[in-house]
């Protein structure tokens, strides 16, 4: 871990996509939503805790591209269009509990639809108010850094000696492409092939995810400060890919980074936040974080130690000390990264120790229910609400109350009761309530212990199912008890009904299911038209391709004097012709170049038609 000086300053690029057709206007960048009518209301109610979301596009562009077969791929780009349509079913849903969702929504003629498409041309006259929940606002983000020229990320992953595995990880990916031809994979030696990848413009992913988080640092510390501003207190920050299973120089578990870690350690070193809750509710154990948690707070409390031997002058001022950091995680102990039953996994997935030697760490088992009431009754309320209680109790011995603590939350929604089979194989679930319930009472320590300030990171959840309903439910929580949430929201019949409206369709407007769609529905499917309007980047063209052993069978033209084809001749060596690679992308985005299809020659049929014997 280095503690070298570095700039930590977030790169946010100027300037906006625009669709010259008006048609799905993406977000523009930075704040989109109705602060100024929230503004304007807030003498005549009470001030709304307000959630930013914030999306980074660059998170897109982290691609398999060793092969055409990505089957076995889970943590694809497609995952972040699954989350935002469930943020917009929160957002659709929240505006409807607000009385700000209009009936006449659900009943646009397809002239109301053009005007409306037209308006959006007019960029100058565009008040830009999509979202019109005075508790949520979307953002944009362009922030990013540079990963050898950044103080939290070289604080987190720098080494005493030089960025060794940042560099590295930079030429990893910048030298995919030759690896995958030479050797077939772009990864080291001995790294799971299936659990980490990397192409050229990963490096623009893992560096735009970091900075959406620093941003929303940024944001969420600047609203609670002597003089706060009208910005939120809460955020959740759509990104990928996931980062808790990196340790300080070892990726592992689709994790290159560690996001959450970095984000702690920027809030510290730029805010001074000395007192940081990392509360991991994925599926899997966030060992990575919790290796980076024990270093950090081993090495504050030697610097603990040391001043306590050594007194200083008083006219002295204070030493300086690293951050104490409670690491908290509800996982499953059977899965990833203990599945195999390595005892060092296992333990660490098993820790728990407060205090001594300056640890504070708690881990909490997934545990099987037979009923929701059992989950809520028992599980939830005698053992997973324990971790919350221990990160108070760590808050109460280092201080109690103040303006230096800050919560995170590593969001992983590969524990819902949605979650493909084969991730969740141990049946260790939990319902979809659960991302809301367990975000209402961590902003409910939040607001006791760290002024509100809760930032909510995106790791794992894989199916599309999980991923928007753990969203939905989770924004949900973070929207407070300022809105009238209703759990149904996200059961099974309303979740299908959603997936309907949102399913993907070339060129045609996605279909709601009847002739009179619910207003929720219709207002989603406008909010994803101008979420997800990115799309996936085609890869640049290259001339590489993986070596191969299958060859095209060389065709000769027939004679005009044979009626019979000549026999192809064995090719040889010099005459192997590779198949191509096409883009790995589980969906082929309509900006892509598509090779025209070229129609195939089909081989000469001559019927002979005899009469039947014993005519003339």
């Known amino acids: 871990m280095s503690t070298q000086p570095a700039d930590s300053t977030i790169k946010i690029e100027a300037g906006s996509e ?12 930075g704040q989109v939503s109705s602060e100024s009518e929230a503004r304007q209301s807030s003498s005549e109610s009470k001030a709304l805790t307000c959630v930013k979301i914030y999306l980074q596009d660059d998170c ?14 889970v943590e694809r780009p497609e995952r972040l269009r699954a989350v935002k349509i469930g943020l917009a079913a929160a957002i659709a849903r929240i505006e409807e509990a607000e009385g700000v969702l209009k009936p006449s929504d659900a009943n646009l003629s397809v002239e109301d639809e053009l005007a409306a498409a037209l308006g959006k041309m007019d960029i100058a006259t565009s008040d830009g108010r999509l ?10 983000s362009t922030a990013t850094v540079d990963l050898l020229d950044n103080a ?37 030696e001995g790294m799971p092939p299936l659990d980490l990848y990397l192409c050229p413009s990963s490096i623009d992913a893992i560096q735009g995810a970091i900075g959406a988080v620093c941003q929303a640092v940024d944001t969420v510390i600047a609203s609670t400060r002597v003089n706060p501003s009208p910005d939120p207190q809460r955020a959740f920050v759509a990104v990928r890919p996931p980062g808790h299973h990196c340790g300080e120089d070892t990726p592992s578990g689709f994790c290159f980074v560690n996001n959450v870690a970095i984000g702690a350690a920027h809030a510290h070193l730029k805010h001074q936040i000395h007192r940081v809750v990392i509360l991991d509710i994925d599926l899997h154990h966030g060992n990575g974080t919790q290796s980076i948690v024990w270093q950090i707070n081993e090495e504050t409390y030697q610097q603990t130690l040391e001043s306590e031997q050594s007194p200083s002058e008083p006219s002295a001022p204070p030493p300086t000390r690293g951050p104490q950091i409670f690491y908290g995680s509800i996982h499953d102990v059977l899965s990833f990264p203990c599945e195999g039953g390595k005892a060092s996994f296992v333990q660490a997935a098993s820790t728990s120790i407060h205090g001594s030697h300056g640890q504070h760490i708690e881990n909490i088992h997934l545990q099987t229910y037979s009923s929701e009431t059992y989950f809520w009754d028992v599980l939830y309320r005698e053992q997973y609400s324990a971790l919350l209680k221990r990160a108070s109790q760590f808050l109460d011995s280092t201080g109690g109350p103040g303006d230096d603590v800050m919560i995170f939350i590593s969001c992983g929604f590969d ?29 409910a320590v939040a607001d006791v212990y760290a002024r509100g300030r809760v930032v909510s990171v995106l790791e794992g959840g894989y199916s599309d199912r999980a991923l928007s309903s753990g969203a939905m439910s989770h924004i949900c929580g973070l929207v407070g008890d300022t809105v009238q949430v209703d759990e149904r929201w996200w059961d099974l019949e309303n979740l299908i009904k959603l997936e309907k409206a949102t399913k993907t369709r070339k060129f045609v ?3 709601l299911g009847n002739a009179d769609p619910e207003p929720w529905l219709t207002r989603t499917s406008e909010l994803l038209s101008h979420i997800d309007v990115y799309r996936t ?22 004679s005009r004097n044979s009626s019979t084809p000549e026999v192809a001749s064995k090719p040889g060596k010099d005459t192997q ?5 096409s883009s790995t992308s589980a969906s082929v985005s309509e900006s892509e170049v598509v090779s025209p299809l070229i129609a195939k020659k089909l081989p000469r049929v001559i019927l002979h038609v005899r009469p039947p014997e014993g005519t003339s």
Request: proline share 11%; aromatic share 6%; charged share 30%.
């Open 131 to 140: 979202i019109r929940a005075r508790s949520i606002s979307v953002t944009r």
């Open 509 to 511: 407007r996605p279909s």
């Open 60 to 73: 897109l562009k982290h691609r398999f591209i060793r092969s055409r077969d990505t089957s076995s791929i």
């Open 415 to 443: 524990a819902c009761e949605h979650e493909y089979p084969s991730m969740s194989r141990h049946n260790r679930k939990v319902p979809t309530s659960f991302y809301h319930r367990f975000a209402l009472d961590t902003c």
């Open 577 to 581: 012709t590779p198949v191509p690679m």
């Open 537 to 558: 980047p085609p890869q640049p063209s290259r001339n590489w391709v993986p070596p191969t052993s299958r060859t095209l069978r060389e065709r000769k033209k027939l």
């Open 152 to 188: 939290a990320v070289k604080y987190v992953h720098g080494d005493i000696d030089g960025d060794v595995y940042l560099q590295k990880l930079k030429a990893w990916a910048r030298d995919s492409e030759d690896n995958i031809t030479k050797k077939g994979s772009e990864m080291p």
């Open 18 to 29: 625009v669709d010259p057709l008006g048609i799905g206007t993406p977000l523009p960048l």
